[in-house]
Protein backbone atom coordinates (compact mmCIF):
# COMPACT_ATOMS: atom_id res chain seq x y z
CA UNK A 1 0.00 0.00 0.00
CA UNK A 2 1.53 3.67 -1.15
CA UNK A 3 1.06 6.00 1.61
CA UNK A 4 -0.17 9.61 0.76
CA UNK A 5 2.80 11.97 0.41
CA UNK A 6 0.36 15.61 0.69
CA UNK A 7 0.34 17.77 3.48
CA UNK A 8 -3.19 18.62 2.80
CA UNK A 9 -6.47 16.72 1.57
CA UNK A 10 -7.39 16.88 -2.15
CA UNK A 11 -10.92 18.10 -2.70
CA UNK A 12 -12.48 17.44 -6.09
CA UNK A 13 -14.69 20.30 -7.60
CA UNK A 14 -18.08 20.75 -8.84
CA UNK A 15 -18.26 23.33 -12.07
CA UNK A 16 -18.63 26.36 -11.06
CA UNK A 17 -14.78 27.38 -10.19
CA UNK A 18 -12.35 28.75 -13.06
CA UNK A 19 -8.75 29.77 -13.00
CA UNK A 20 -7.62 32.77 -14.75
CA UNK A 21 -3.91 32.37 -15.15
CA UNK A 22 -2.26 35.45 -17.70
CA UNK A 23 -3.55 34.70 -20.35
CA UNK A 24 -5.08 31.49 -19.84
CA UNK A 25 -8.60 30.22 -18.50
CA UNK A 26 -9.29 26.88 -17.16
CA UNK A 27 -11.12 24.24 -15.12
CA UNK A 28 -9.51 23.80 -11.18
CA UNK A 29 -9.36 19.54 -11.46
CA UNK A 30 -8.92 19.97 -7.43
CA UNK A 31 -7.42 22.02 -4.88
CA UNK A 32 -6.15 21.83 -1.13
CA UNK A 33 -5.05 24.30 1.31
CA UNK A 34 -1.59 23.20 -0.33
CA UNK A 35 -2.33 24.13 -3.70
CA UNK A 36 -4.38 22.63 -7.06
CA UNK A 37 -4.48 21.23 -10.30
CA UNK A 38 -6.13 23.16 -13.10
CA UNK A 39 -6.39 22.54 -17.15
CA UNK A 40 -6.03 25.94 -19.03
CA UNK A 41 -6.45 25.76 -22.79
CA UNK A 42 -3.55 27.97 -23.92
CA UNK A 43 -2.24 29.95 -27.07
CA UNK A 44 1.01 28.25 -27.57
CA UNK A 45 4.12 30.80 -26.27
CA UNK A 46 2.28 32.21 -23.45
CA UNK A 47 1.98 29.23 -21.29
CA UNK A 48 2.64 29.96 -17.70
CA UNK A 49 3.34 33.67 -18.47
CA UNK A 50 2.35 34.83 -15.18
CA UNK A 51 3.18 34.27 -11.32
CA UNK A 52 -0.20 34.51 -9.98
CA UNK A 53 -3.36 33.70 -10.79
CA UNK A 54 -6.90 34.37 -10.25
CA UNK A 55 -9.60 32.00 -9.01
CA UNK A 56 -12.93 33.34 -9.97
CA UNK A 57 -16.07 31.11 -7.97
CA UNK A 58 -19.54 31.09 -9.39
CA UNK A 59 -22.48 29.26 -7.90
CA UNK A 60 -25.81 29.23 -6.42
CA UNK A 61 -26.37 31.97 -4.13
CA UNK A 62 -22.41 33.21 -4.31
CA UNK A 63 -19.73 34.73 -6.73
CA UNK A 64 -16.18 35.48 -5.28
CA UNK A 65 -12.91 35.84 -6.84
CA UNK A 66 -9.58 35.20 -5.38
CA UNK A 67 -6.90 37.55 -6.80
CA UNK A 68 -3.41 37.49 -6.66
CA UNK A 69 -2.54 33.79 -5.72
CA UNK A 70 1.01 33.44 -6.31
CA UNK A 71 2.15 30.28 -6.88
CA UNK A 72 5.25 27.60 -7.90
CA UNK A 73 4.57 25.20 -10.72
CA UNK A 74 4.97 21.40 -9.30
CA UNK A 75 4.64 19.53 -12.59
CA UNK A 76 3.49 21.02 -15.84
CA UNK A 77 1.90 18.73 -19.12
CA UNK A 78 1.35 20.35 -22.09
CA UNK A 79 -0.61 18.82 -24.49
CA UNK A 80 -0.17 20.15 -28.23
CA UNK A 81 -3.93 20.04 -30.58
CA UNK A 82 -3.13 20.01 -34.31
CA UNK A 83 -0.41 21.65 -35.49
CA UNK A 84 -2.17 24.01 -37.64
CA UNK A 85 -4.07 25.17 -34.46
CA UNK A 86 -1.59 27.18 -31.88
CA UNK A 87 -3.49 25.86 -28.97
CA UNK A 88 -2.44 23.62 -26.27
CA UNK A 89 -4.04 22.38 -23.23
CA UNK A 90 -2.13 23.25 -19.74
CA UNK A 91 -2.28 20.55 -17.09
CA UNK A 92 -0.55 21.90 -13.76
CA UNK A 93 -0.43 20.85 -10.17
CA UNK A 94 0.81 24.22 -8.53
CA UNK A 95 1.88 25.08 -4.79
CA UNK A 96 0.42 27.81 -2.96
CA UNK A 97 3.52 29.96 -2.03
CA UNK A 98 1.37 32.21 0.50
CA UNK A 99 -0.45 29.25 1.99
CA UNK A 100 -1.40 30.21 5.43
CA UNK A 101 -2.46 33.57 4.47
CA UNK A 102 -4.88 32.39 2.05
CA UNK A 103 -6.35 29.69 3.77
CA UNK A 104 -9.71 31.09 4.67
CA UNK A 105 -10.18 31.81 0.96
CA UNK A 106 -9.24 28.40 -0.05
CA UNK A 107 -11.56 26.49 2.52
CA UNK A 108 -14.36 28.88 1.07
CA UNK A 109 -14.42 27.28 -1.74
CA UNK A 110 -13.74 23.69 -0.46
CA UNK A 111 -16.89 24.75 1.45
CA UNK A 112 -19.09 26.07 -1.50
CA UNK A 113 -17.82 23.69 -4.18
CA UNK A 114 -16.70 20.56 -3.05
CA UNK A 115 -18.12 17.26 -3.81
CA UNK A 116 -18.10 16.31 -0.20
CA UNK A 117 -20.31 19.20 0.93
CA UNK A 118 -23.58 18.33 2.26
CA UNK A 119 -26.59 19.54 -0.19
Not at 24 to 32: K, P, R, T, Y
Not at 84 to 97: G, I, Q, S, W
Not at 106 to 113: H, K, S
Amino acid sequence: MQMERRRYERFRLQSGVAVLHGSQIGGVDDISLGGMACSCLAVLGDCLDADALDIMCHGEGCSYRVRGVHFRVVRANLDTFLSTVPLARNRCALEFLEAAEMAADIQQIINDFSWSREA
